[in-house]
Structures are given as structure tokens and as C-alpha cells.
């Protein structure tokens, strides 16, 4: 199960505060045949710090049939005595879709639903089609989740999918509204455009305001425009569902302007 490269740093960065000295680090990397960690100078941190440069820099990386990543964040979540002394690791690894239990790393999703990918996927489709806006309200959704700031996660996550849809709206329909208060009109010419965008017979627009889409921004934001504090299980929640109909659109939108 490759782990993304945001679980792989914070695992790292665990190990560099739970391994405690520097017998337990070489421990560790002879095991993994890492012989060339085992001489380097410096602090616990510094060495976890360049163990995850190696693993970065050298993905495909295996001992005994494994990747040495994955056994990095196994060995990790073994060490995690009480989520509570973990917090930046266990919201990475939620943010995958994986949480721990008993020490060991579980799935908190179907596989099918592939996280991983999904947000890889994202991050390439609005770089690839220059949309810095909505790329702009993700980044910082997941910065905000990581520091387990919910409330600001929350708020950028509504703005990260309004923004992907204007932005759509723009690059699909000459003509659309660009008004700030003119997110409804802009949904709306993306059902109207032929092909239409947005399907009114799959409910995703249309049907007097009950339709995905009105639905979604409302369970993204219960409360208005200024949601309450959220806790961690909603707010990670929040994270995937846009992920994936981020993934959903972008993909949409890369067929439409091949």
C-alpha cells in the first residue's frame, strides 16, 4: 500500500520523537539495510529527517519484498501509544483513508475509493490546467486539517469546490456570469451548455434546488457561512467528499478540452 509522501514526512517526523536515541534509529535502518543512515552525524530528528529524504528520493525502494516506506509508517503507528501524542501523523494517515488501531494500520474506507489517487490526481489536474484558485483553497484546507484547525478546513474545503466550478464555468461557457454573488447563475450555465456539465437527469443540478450539488455545499457548511467549529472525524469527512467530486469534474473538464 504505497502511503502519499505527507504520511511518509510525518511518520518520520514521529520517529524522530519517539525513538528517543540513537541506538533505537540504527536499529532500525540496519534492519531495513539502510547502511548508508547508519554512519550520518547529527540529531534524532535531523537523521529521521534525512531517512525521509532517502525514501522520497528512492520511492520503489524494498527490503524483503516491501517497500521500505511502508515499513516506515508501520513501524510508526506501532510506536503510537495514545493517538493524542500523534495528532500530525494520525490526521495524515485519516486524510489517506487509514486510521490505527491497535497498533496496527487499517483501512477507513473501500479501497475502490482510492484517496490516495484521488487527491495525486486533483493536485495534477489543476496544476496541468493552470486553475491556482481552487488549488489555493485545497492547499490550505489540508494545512488547516493537518493542524487540526477544523473550522478553517471546513471553510476553505466549501471554497476550494465554489472555486473549481466558477473556474469550470469559465473555461466551458463564453459569456458566464462573473458576478461575486453569481455562483448559482454559474452552476446553472454549466447544466445549460451543450454538452451540458452538470447532469440534471443524474440530479447533480436542477429539480427546483434539490439536487447534489445544493445538498453537498449545504452539508459543507450545516451552518452558513460562518459553520461552527467542526470536530476531526467531520471535518476529515468534509476533505474526502470533495476530493472526490473535485476528481469527478477535473476529469470531466480534461475530456471536454482535450
Known sequence: MPFPRAVIFEACSFLGDVLGYHGAFEDLV?????????QR????????????RVLRDNPDLQHDGQLVSDLVVEEAARRVMRPDRAPRFM???????????????????????????ADDEVHTLLDQHRLATPLGHL????????????AAANGQLRSFLESLLDEIAYLLV????????????RREALANVEPPFLSVELLEWGNQGK??????????????????????????FRLH??????????????????
Open 30 to 38: 540496519l534492519r531495513w539495510e539502510l547502511d548508508q543512515l547508519e
Open 41 to 52: 552525524d547529527g540529531a534524532i530528528h535531523q537523521r529521521c529527517r534525512e531517512l525521509f
Open 91 to 117: 490526521r495524515t494517515l485519516e486524510r489517506a483513508g487509514y486510521t490505527i488501531q491497535d497498533r496496527q494500520i487499517r483501512r477507513t474506507l473501500p479501497e475502490v475509493l482510492d484517496l490516495v489517487a
Open 139 to 150: 492547499n490550505q484546507a489540508i494545512d488547516s486539517h493537518t493542524r487540526g484547525n477544523w
Open 174 to 185: 463564453p459569456g458566464a456570469p462573473r458576478g461575486q454573488n453569481q455562483g448559482e447563475a
Open 211 to 236: 439536487n447534489l450539488l445544493n445538498g453537498v455545499f449545504k452539508r459543507l457548511h450545516p451552518q452558513g457561512a460562518h459553520p461552527g467549529l467542526s470536530d476531526e472525524d467531520d471535518s476529515t
Open 241 to 258: 467528499l470533495v476530493l472526490l467530486l473535485g476528481r469527478l469534474f477535473l476529469r470531466r473538464l480534461a475530456a471536454r478540452i482535450r
